[in-house]
């Protein structure tokens, strides 16, 4: 338990990295627009804050700003791209935006947990306390994999987005 939380604050960052895994799972599989859906949709946007601010205050792998902390801005981007269009209803296309970006958020998250997941693999992994060319091959090929799939989904979702929001 010891390598996989290594502070306080990495104990927390795994809570709200949890709960919004939960939250976007559910949000991604359950019907769109109901009063469930917005409860749960909010759950997952102030747990996803949670992993975005702990994530910046985390530096046990570079002990410094490193690429999962870009990955971080990343992440709040398209957070407040996805989540934005709806407090405000504009532009035209809001909720068109917001299924959008909201799908990628949490995709981008499934890519943070697979990445994450590396990084507790010790050996494979670290190299004189550095990550190695086995860490940066393991997480592009497995993001890139997270991407694909969920990609083929967006895809295949997005039709029955469109229908959603011709019918409202």
């Not at 599989?29 to 909010?42: A, P, V």
């Not at 910046?56 to 971080?72: R, V, W």
Request: aromatic share 16%; charged share 15%.
């Amino acid at each position: 338990m010891e390598h996989l939380i290594s502070s306080t604050i990495g104990l927390i960052h795994l809570i709200f990295s949890i709960l919004s895994l939960i939250f976007g799972t559910i949000v991604l599989l359950k019907t769109k627009g109901t009063k469930r859906h917005r409860k749960i949709g909010y759950l997952y946007v102030w747990s996803m804050i949670g992993v975005i601010v702990t994530a910046f205050m985390t530096y046990g792998l570079y002990g410094k700003f490193g690429m999962f902390h870009y990955m971080a801005i990343v992440s709040a981007l398209t957070l407040a791209a996805g989540i934005l269009p709806m407090l405000f209803k504009k532009p035209k296309n809001y909720l068109s935006l917001h299924l959008g970006f909201m799908y990628w958020s949490v995709i981008g998250l499934y890519a943070a947990f697979v990445a994450e997941t590396f990084v507790r693999i010790p050996k494979v992994v670290m190299e004189s306390g550095t990550p190695n060319s086995a860490f940066y091959s393991m997480v592009g090929i497995g993001i890139g994999l997270v991407m694909f799939f969920g990609a083929f989904f967006f895809i295949k979702k997005s039709k029955k987005w469109e229908n959603l929001i011709a019918d409202k």
